[in-house]
């Protein structure tokens, strides 16, 4: 196995804040010792609710903030001894991006390749090839400002890969974008990833976004990990599927949990009003089981799997809903 293309290890930040009028100066521990570790050619999630600690991490893993403690090594640089090469190694895109309105997209391009030290002539056919890459073809000479909110971002993108880095860091990529236009990014994303093998670690705070676009995730919370894995690990982790059936009425119910638990075994089961209520480890194939089962001894009027969603993984994790601090 290839040696992990960032490494952290015990990673925290305390941000120093200065009292207002006599109150005393107080500190914020934003990122509290976390460990991260990623593969090379990984898309990964890096979500959390908003003040979690995501931007702050990722500023620290750019290099654009010193951290209070830990180590971390980017593209086999250290972060602390070697915070150019670190630097050369990796795109950043910045949530609110980077492009002047009133400049011309492909000088933009040419422009922040020049700051890497690539010859005009080698940055503008990248730049083309890139912008083509992200169907942006035919925006070379339009004006930042005139672009659509979902070409402006992927523009972003094609500024923190000109330079071919090894690692993008993209924080809150898809933020002001319509539902189309978000999930036209992830394509491009995953298509970044595929043509050039480019490690991507994104910050969100979307868990569709996190669940659609990610291999793996990590979770962060008041500027601590509390989840890693697959979106697939994370919702298992979180005690499995949960088979709905209504019945005719609540005595009804109650049989037919019974019925339940004497087909499929032992699993939690609830019983609430009309409807029952279990959860199991694969509910995909108890459902058919479960029907085949029950035949026509029941009277079952609706059937439905709910699986769960990061969003239960959260509350579970940290007894809140990420749905709750979004709003
Ligand atoms: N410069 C700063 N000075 C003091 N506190 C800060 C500073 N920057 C961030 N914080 C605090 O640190 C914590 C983590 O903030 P951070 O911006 O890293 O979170 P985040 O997960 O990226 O949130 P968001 O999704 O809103 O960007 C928050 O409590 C925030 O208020």
């Not at 050619?41 to 995501?54: S, T, W, Y």
């Not at 890459?133 to 339009?142: A, K, N, S, V, Y």
């Not at 499929?264 to 409807?275: F, I, K, N, R, S």
């Not at 995909?284 to 035949?295: D, F, I, K, T």
Request: overall charge negative; proline content about 4%; charged content about 30%.
């Amino acid at each position: 196995m290839s040696a992990p293309i960032i490494e952290a290890r015990g990673l925290r930040k305390t941000y120093k804040v200065r009292g207002r009028g006599k109150e005393s100066p107080r500190t914020v521990e934003a990122v509290k010792g976390v460990d991260i570790t990623i593969d090379a050619g990984e898309i990964v999630g890096f979500l959390g609710p908003n003040g979690a600690g995501k931007t702050t991490t990722l500023r620290m893993l750019t290099t654009l903030l010193d951290p209070s403690g830990g180590t971390a090594t980017v593209n086999g640089h250290d972060l602390a001894k070697d915070p150019v090469s670190v630097r050369r190694s990796i795109g950043y895109v910045a949530q609110m991006g980077t492009t002047d309105p009133s400049a011309v997209a492909g000088e933009e391009l040419v422009d922040q390749a020049r700051l890497y030290g690539i010859d005009r002539k080698v940055a503008a056919d990248r730049g083309k090839a890139l912008l083509s890459g992200l169907d942006l073809d035919g925006i070379w000479e339009r004006k930042c400002g005139t672009l659509s909110g979902g070409q402006r971002r992927r523009l972003d993108i094609a500024m923190g890969l000109i330079h071919e880095p090894r690692i993008v860091f993209l924080d809150e990529p898809s933020t002001g974008l319509d539902p189309q236009s978000r999930a036209n990014l992830w394509d491009h994303i995953r298509r970044v990833r595929d043509d050039f093998a480019t490690t991507v670690f994104i910050t969100t705070h979307y868990m569709d976004e996190a669940d659609a676009l990610s291999d793996r995730l990590l979770v962060i919370d008041h500027g601590e990990i509390v989840g890693k894995g697959t979106a697939e690990e994370l919702k298992r982790s979180v005690g499995g599927d949960q088979v709905l059936l209504t019945s005719t009425s609540a005595d009804a119910a109650h049989a037919l949990a019974s019925a339940a638990a004497a087909i499929l075994g032992d699993h939690p089961t609830e019983v609430d009003g009309d409807v029952v209520r279990l959860t199991v480890p694969d509910g995909a194939s108890a459902l058919p089981r479960l029907l085949r089962g029950l035949g026509d001894s029941h009277d079952v009027e609706g059937v439905a799997v709910r699986r769960p969603t990061l969003d239960d993984v959260f509350l579970t994790m940290t007894g809140r809903s990420l749905r709750d601090e979004e709003e």
